[in-house]
C-alpha cells in the first residue's frame, strides 16, 4: 500500500497478460468533451476491459470537469456524455462488472471539492504542471476560470470519494494522483485516522500515441485523432498521411524505424509483436517500403476498429439504453461516495446534525 508520495515514481505499468491485477479499487475517468479515439483506447480503455473481470472498477464520466474550460460554450459537454458512455461500452466495458457514472449526478463530489479546497493554497494550484501547460495552451490570459485552476481538488474528490487504490490514466495525469495523495494525507492527519485512501497511477505501455503528423499528441481539438467509429476510408486517409523516415526515398534503402508513426502504432496496435520485429529488422536493412508498412496497418487497424464501429452504431442508436446505463451507475455511486463525505464531513466535526 502507498503511503509515501515517491510512490508515484514508481508508478505500476500495467502488461496486458502480464500478472494480474485483482481484487482492487480502481477509478478512472474521462472529461465528456468529444468522442474517444484510437489514443484513449491503447492508452486505457483495452486495459479497463481487462481489469473489469477481478477487480472493482468504477468509471466516471467528468462533464463537470469537462466544464472548467467550457463554461460559455457548455453544450459541447452536454453533447457528448452519451458519446462517451456508447464509446465505453463499445469497447467492451461491461455495466455488469464496471460502475459507469456521472459526474454531475453525485452531488458528494461537488461537496468533497469544498471541503478540500481548504486545504490546497492557489500556490500549489499553480505549480500543477500539467494545469500549467494547459492554461499556456489555451490563452487564458488572466482570465483563468476558478474551476480549471482547482480542477485538481475535483479529481481529488472523485479518486476518494471511492476510496480508489489504483487509477489508470496516462503519464499526464500523475500530477493530479500527487495532489491528491497530499489532501488524503491532510484529511486523514485531520481525522487522527486513516479515514482516506492514497492511490497509486496505472500507466500504460503505451500512455501517450503521438499523432499520425508525429508533431504532438492525438487530441480532438488538434483535429487529428481516429476515433473509435473511423470509416475504413478514413482510417486508410490517415495512415497514408502517416509521418515516416523522410530520408527514407526508395524502398531499396535503409528505413530509420524510430520516430517513424507507423512503426510506434504497429507497435501499439498489431497483436503480433514477433512479425512487427521482422518488419522493422526488414525495413532497417532496405527493401521494404512505406506503401507496404502502411497497408499492413491499415488493415490491421481496419480489422480492429470494425467490430467497435458497429457496436457503437447500434448504442448510439438506442439512447435510452446508454441513459439507463448511465442512471444505474450513478445511483450506486452515490451511495458510495455519500460514505466518503459523511467521513470528511466529520473530520472537520461538522456532523452535528
Ligand atoms: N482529468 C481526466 C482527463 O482529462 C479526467 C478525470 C476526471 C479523471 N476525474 C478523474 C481521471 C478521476 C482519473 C480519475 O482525462
Given at each position: 500500500?502507498?503511503?509515501?508520495?515517491?510512490?508515484?515514481?514508481?508508478?505500476?505499468?500495467?502488461?496486458?497478460?502480464?500478472?494480474?491485477?485483482?481484487?482492487?479499487?480502481?477509478?478512472?475517468?474521462?472529461?465528456?468533451?468529444?468522442?474517444?479515439?484510437?489514443?484513449?483506447?491503447?492508452?486505457?480503455?483495452?486495459?479497463?476491459?481487462?481489469?473489469?473481470?477481478?477487480?472493482?472498477?468504477?468509471?466516471?464520466?467528468?462533464?463537470?470537469?469537462?466544464?472548467?474550460?467550457?463554461?460559455?460554450?457548455?453544450?459541447?459537454?452536454?453533447?457528448?456524455?452519451?458519446?462517451?458512455?456508447?464509446?465505453?461500452?463499445?469497447?467492451?466495458?461491461?455495466?455488469?462488472?464496471?460502475?459507469?457514472?456521472?459526474?454531475?449526478?453525485?452531488?458528494?463530489?461537488?461537496?468533497?471539492?469544498?471541503?478540500?479546497?481548504?486545504?490546497?493554497?492557489?500556490?500549489?494550484?499553480?505549480?500543477?504542471?500539467?494545469?500549467?501547460?494547459?492554461?499556456?495552451?489555451?490563452?487564458?490570459?488572466?482570465?483563468?476560470?476558478?474551476?480549471?485552476?482547482?480542477?485538481?481538488?475535483?479529481?481529488?474528490?472523485?479518486?476518494?470519494?471511492?476510496?480508489?487504490?489504483?487509477?489508470?490514466?496516462?503519464?499526464?495525469?500523475?500530477?493530479?494522483?500527487?495532489?491528491?495523495?497530499?489532501?488524503?494525507?491532510?484529511?486523514?492527519?485531520?481525522?487522527?485516522?486513516?479515514?482516506?485512501?492514497?492511490?497509486?497511477?496505472?500507466?500504460?505501455?503505451?500512455?501517450?500515441?503521438?499523432?499520425?503528423?508525429?508533431?504532438?499528441?492525438?487530441?480532438?481539438?488538434?483535429?487529428?485523432?481516429?476515433?473509435?467509429?473511423?470509416?475504413?476510408?478514413?482510417?486508410?486517409?490517415?495512415?497514408?498521411?502517416m509521418?515516416t523516415d523522410p530520408n527514407h526515398l526508395t524502398i531499396d534503402q535503409p528505413g530509420q524505424v524510430e520516430g517513424n508513426?507507423v512503426f510506434?502504432?504497429l507497435?501499439?496496435?498489431h497483436?503480433d509483436?514477433e512479425y512487427v520485429a521482422q518488419l522493422k529488422e526488414h525495413y532497417q536493412r532496405g527493401g521494404l517500403g512505406d506503401g507496404k508498412t502502411k497497408q499492413i496497418l491499415t488493415d490491421?487497424?481496419?480489422?480492429?476498429?470494425?467490430?467497435?464501429?458497429?457496436?457503437?452504431?447500434?448504442?448510439?442508436?438506442?439512447?435510452?439504453?446508454?441513459?439507463?446505463?448511465?442512471?444505474?451507475?450513478?445511483?450506486?455511486?452515490?451511495?458510495?461516495?455519500?460514505?466518503?463525505?459523511?467521513?470528511?464531513?466529520?473530520?472537520?466535526?461538522?456532523?452535528?446534525?
Open positions: 500500500m502507498p503511503n509515501t508520495p515517491n510512490d508515484l515514481a514508481t508508478a505500476t505499468t500495467a502488461t496486458s497478460g502480464s500478472k494480474a491485477i485483482t481484487e482492487q479499487k480502481i477509478l478512472t475517468g474521462d472529461r465528456a468533451t468529444g468522442q474517444l479515439h484510437l489514443g484513449h483506447y491503447i492508452g486505457s480503455l483495452k486495459q479497463r476491459v481487462e481489469l473489469q473481470h477481478n477487480n472493482q472498477q468504477t468509471i466516471l464520466v467528468a462533464d463537470m470537469q469537462g466544464l472548467t474550460d467550457n463554461g460559455n460554450n457548455p453544450s459541447k459537454v452536454a453533447d457528448n456524455i452519451l458519446n462517451v458512455v456508447a464509446d465505453y461500452l463499445a469497447v467492451g466495458i461491461d455495466p455488469a462488472k464496471t460502475t459507469i457514472c456521472l459526474q454531475s449526478g453525485i452531488p458528494a463530489l461537488a461537496e468533497l471539492t469544498m471541503y478540500y479546497s481548504n486545504l490546497v493554497s492557489i500556490a500549489r494550484l499553480e505549480r500543477n504542471p500539467t494545469v500549467k501547460s494547459e492554461i499556456q495552451g489555451k490563452n487564458f490570459g488572466r482570465s483563468i476560470p476558478a474551476g480549471f485552476l482547482s480542477y485538481p481538488i475535483s479529481q481529488a474528490a472523485d479518486i476518494t470519494a471511492f476510496q480508489a487504490q489504483l487509477v489508470p490514466v496516462g503519464d499526464d495525469q500523475l500530477p493530479m494522483l500527487e495532489q491528491t495523495n497530499e489532501i488524503v494525507r491532510k484529511i486523514n492527519s485531520l481525522a487522527n485516522s486513516q479515514i482516506l485512501r492514497e492511490c497509486q497511477p496505472l500507466l500504460s505501455n503505451i500512455s501517450r500515441l503521438p499523432s499520425p503528423d508525429g508533431k504532438s499528441k492525438m487530441s480532438k481539438s488538434l483535429g487529428n485523432v481516429i476515433t473509435l467509429d473511423a470509416s475504413d476510408k478514413a482510417i486508410s486517409q490517415a495512415v497514408k498521411a509521418y508513426v510506434t502504432y507497435d501499439a496496435f497483436p509483436a490491421c487497424l481496419q480489422t480492429l476498429i470494425a467490430p467497435i464501429r458497429a457496436r457503437r452504431q447500434a448504442l448510439i442508436a438506442d439512447k435510452g439504453y446508454l441513459i439507463e446505463v448511465l442512471k444505474k451507475g450513478t445511483e450506486q455511486a452515490r451511495e458510495e461516495s455519500q460514505q466518503t463525505l459523511d467521513k470528511v464531513k466529520t473530520a472537520f466535526g461538522l456532523n452535528l446534525i
